[in-house]
């Protein structure tokens, strides 16, 4: 990629025939993507990029509030895949493998980051691309991944929706310094004020609470969260 | 070859509640006491601080705090005839490590057995006869509350549990739980604040002729200072409490409550990143000689004591006997040996509750400990007759956090995502809550922990091997208390609707994906009778009398309690006798 990469423009490129066909023109010129438009993909490439942009907006779909997708879910996925956990921090990865019961969870003999490459792969090479459906057509796919009814050869279906659905759930309402929940869009959705920390006069009254969003990095004097880059690196605290 | 340490007086495996808690006492009365920990070297003050510790994904998801599974896990499996795998993720329940242990990033809900859970086996047999326990491993706990009831009440005191008290030495108090036992003094802090939704559930309760009272909460309700000299502050219901250290100094946890006042004793050694591999046992067949570690740069070290302390959590602890070879391991085929036995979880159920607009939930605020309780349908509280099943739980509405990734309550018949889902997530947030049953656990022949044949963890040793299913006795009892919450969760004024859920429902076999809850109890517990436990009514090993066990693997099943106060009291206990009885003459405490 050279200096015109543009997270942006490739992101917007989800499906003629598709989400963006639906998205009013004046959602698309607002910041989407900004933050992080003029860097390369961490993990991801440009094609993982626009399935995953398509599949989360299936699971958070654009309304009064953004989708998955213009909340930064994926430039989230897209850092979390790169970094420890995608590259199996606590997960025990030692051998023999085995299906298992649902009841014994995940035992892929992947870690998540190339267990999503993987079935990104498997998925698109079924026939239509994600990207290339219709809206219909990616919610019946969603689904059926969901229902395990669709055939990813080694992989387990159910193990990777699990793990797409978490990820786009987390990118959507963890604190913005991980790359999603852009200007705090999910808290602001549900009216989760962050990391205040005094109720005690509050507690016991039957009344709103209508405080703005403020994250671990928010940006005093202004109603946004620094990024993972404005913010540094999180704090190394001593642990166990 | 394992390089040899001059000897010490107690060796302490562990650095958690219980683990301080016998350093504290036992440096005190003069015994130089080594603690052993697992984790690194971690402070509310600098650790846990605000804002950067108000981070979901960090430490509620990623858990930050607890246990690394490419370390140590266990293997799982619902029963003898699959094959267990690992638990490769943390889910179902989540033990710590580092200094404080689990005890650092608990919610801080403290209770006190009652007294028949304590004689169960006798109790149930004498009011129902002996064959309400057909099929159940149900046994007396070998110690009694009376016995117990001073070490519950410093334990209160040490870590400032706030309560209504409801038995004061046996005159009832308006406004406490009825069917406690006697306690000899009140609680040493006033309850929590009620939510409105806490009070919603109080006054529908009420009405209903139940018994409705705030949670016992190691949440501070006050400025307070505990018998050691430790200063605490009130909480702020920030909401962020489980799976989180607090920083403010207003959950009780044992760094600020204990460590602190123990760590400069001149017979007080903490040493830090080092993994206990096994108890040693002495030629004698009567003693143990200390326990074998790997220090922070993996170089093995004997440490030699006269008192060895395991403190480790319920799941290590029965590990940690098995890889050393303490005990008689637990056969299931022939129901003989005792390590393992009787594991027991903890049987959760619930109703979530949608209010209508004008109820102000607000979930985000909130404590760990915040929660408007009934004990009507717990222990034996109720008539059991023609039931079909022993034990109960407690009831609660209960208001701990609105974290928005785990914290997404929608009405029964929302799709899981879309659309529809995005607009009732948004629409009931702040209009919600959540009552829990809080079901005991009884253990049953078939579940138990042994050591698994194929998978070791990165020290080489065996891992630990969970055979569980919720026994057909629990899923009644969960249905029956289910059923309860849920009329007087109907009987709430302002509802819109609600929602049931059951993790032991009929059909449902026990997973160790989702969260239930980190209570894991027995595998090593103790008793009157060496055939059916590890150790005796003081919480020493029957094989090897100088070695004391703590924690929630001493419970011969699981009460409708949450386990850190019992453990807590048992804790105390058993210290007492070690430093009464013990010391002075080392020697089995009682007759085989």
């Known amino acids: ?240 | 070859m394992a390089r040899t340490l001059p000897k010490t007086d107690v060796v302490i495996v562990g650095g958690g509640w219980t683990g301080l808690a016998a350093a504290i006492e036992l440096c005190n009365e003069g015994q130089r006491c080594v603690v052993l920990e697992r984790g690194g070297y971690r402070h509310d003050a600098t650790s846990f601080a605000g804002p950067e510790e108000h981070d979901e994904l960090r430490y509620a998801r990623r858990k930050g705090h607890m246990i690394d599974t490419p370390t140590k896990t266990l293997s799982f499996r619902n029963s003898s005839d699959q094959t267990a795998l690992p638990m490769r993720r943390l889910g179902s329940f989540l033990p710590g490590k580092g200094l404080g242990g689990a005890g650092i990033h608990w919610n801080g809900q403290s209770w006190r057995p009652l007294p028949s859970d304590l004689q169960m086996r006798s109790h149930y047999t004498e009011r129902y006869g002996e064959q309400v326990l057909d099929g159940l491993n149900v046994q007396d706990w070998g110690v009694t509350y009376d016995e117990l009831e001073p070490h519950l009440d410093f334990w209160e005191k040490v870590a400032g549990i706030g309560g209504a008290t409801g038995n004061l030495n046996g005159e009832i108090q308006k406004g406490g739980n009825p069917f406690e036992g006697p306690r000899s003094n009140p609680y040493p802090n006033p309850p929590m604040k009620p939510s409105p939704p806490l009070q919603l559930f109080r006054d529908a309760a009420a009405d209903m002729g139940y018994h409705p009272f705030q949670m016992p909460s190691a949440n501070m309700t006050a400025e307070y200072e505990n018998p050691y000299g430790a200063k605490l502050h009130g909480c702020t219901y920030c909401g962020f409490c489980e799976r989180f250290g607090c920083g403010y100094y207003a959950k009780a946890d044992p760094i600020i409550c204990i460590y602190d006042r123990v760590k400069d004793h001149e017979n007080f050694t903490l040493r830090l990143n080092t993994h206990v591999l096994r108890v040693e046992k002495s030629g004698d067949g009567k003693t143990a000689t200390g326990v074998t570690y790997l220090d922070k740069n993996g170089q093995e070290v004997f440490q030699p004591a006269d008192v060895v302390c395991m403190n480790a959590y319920a799941l290590w602890n029965v590990h940690l006997m098995l890889v050393s070879g303490l005990g008689q391991p637990y056969d299931p085929a022939t129901g003989q040996g005792v390590v393992g036995r009787n594991y027991a979880y903890q049987t959760m159920a619930g109703v979530s509750v949608f209010f209508e607009d004008e109820v102000w939930s607000n979930p985000f605020m909130g404590a760990g400990a915040l929660g408007m309780s009934m004990d009507d349908f717990n222990g034996d509280n109720f008539d059991h007759t023609g039931l079909g099943f022993v034990g109960g739980g407690y009831i609660s509405a209960n208001q701990t956090n609105g974290r928005p990734i785990n914290y997404q309550p929608v009405p029964e018949g929302t799709p899981k995502w879309g659309r529809e889902w995005k607009k009732a997530v948004r629409e009931n947030y702040l209009h919600h809550v959540g009552i829990g049953v809080h079901g005991s656990s009884m253990a049953v022949p078939g579940n138990y922990l042994d050591l698994d044949p194929t998978y070791t963890d990165a020290y080489g040793q065996p891992l630990l091997r969970m055979t569980f299913n919720f026994p057909e006795n629990d899923r009644k009892m969960a249905k029956h208390v289910l059923g309860k919450t849920e009329e007087i969760a109907r009987n709430m004024a302002h509802v819109k609707s609600i929602s049931t859920s059951n993790n032991a429902e009929a059909g449902n076999d026990y997973s160790i994906v989702p969260y239930q809850t980190t209570h894991n109890t027995g595998g090593a517990v103790m008793g009157t009778d060496p055939a059916t436990s590890v150790a005796n009514r003081y919480g020493q090993m029957w094989d090897h009398h100088n070695v004391f066990v703590f924690g929630a693997c001493l419970f011969p099943q699981n009460l409708g309690y949450n386990p850190t106060g019992p453990l807590m009291g048992l804790a105390y206990w058993t210290l007492d006798h070690l430093k009464r009885e013990y010391l002075k003459d080392p020697r089995p405490l009682m007759d085989a």
Do not use: C
């Open chain 1, 1 to 240: 990629m050279t200096e015109q990469f543009s997270r942006r423009a490739v992101l917007l490129q989800i499906g003629a025939a598709g989400i963006t066909a639906t998205i009013p023109g004046a959602a698309l010129s607002q910041n989407r993507y900004a933050e992080f438009d003029g860097r390369p993909w961490f993990f991801l490439t440009v094609d993982e990029a626009r399935f995953l942009a398509a599949f989360t907006d299936v699971l958070i779909p654009e309304d009064e509030y953004p989708s998955a997708s213009q909340a930064g879910v994926v430039d989230f996925i897209d850092l979390q895949l790169a970094g420890p956990f995608g590259q199996g921090d606590g997960l025990y990865m030692q051998g023999p493998f085995d299906k298992g019961t649902p009841q014994q969870g995940y035992q892929s003999r992947l870690t998540p980051a190339p267990l999503i490459r993987q079935a990104i792969a498997a998925l698109d090479a079924q026939g239509t691309p994600l990207v290339d459906m219709d809206e219909a057509g990616r919610e019946d796919l969603v689904a059926r991944l969901s229902e395990g009814d669709v055939d990813l050869g080694d992989l387990d279906a159910k193990t990777v929706f699990g793990e797409l659905f978490a990820l786009t759930n987390e990118g959507y309402f963890a604190d913005p310094v991980y790359g999603g929940n852009k200007d705090y869009a999910g808290w602001r959705m549900v009216g989760f004020p962050g990391a205040h920390a005094y109720y005690t006069d509050f507690i016991d009254k039957n009344v709103p609470y209508p405080a703005p969003p403020r994250g671990v990095a928010h940006i005093p004097g202004t109603s946004r969260s620094g990024s993972v880059y404005t913010a540094g690196p999180r704090p190394a605290k001593q642990e166990g």
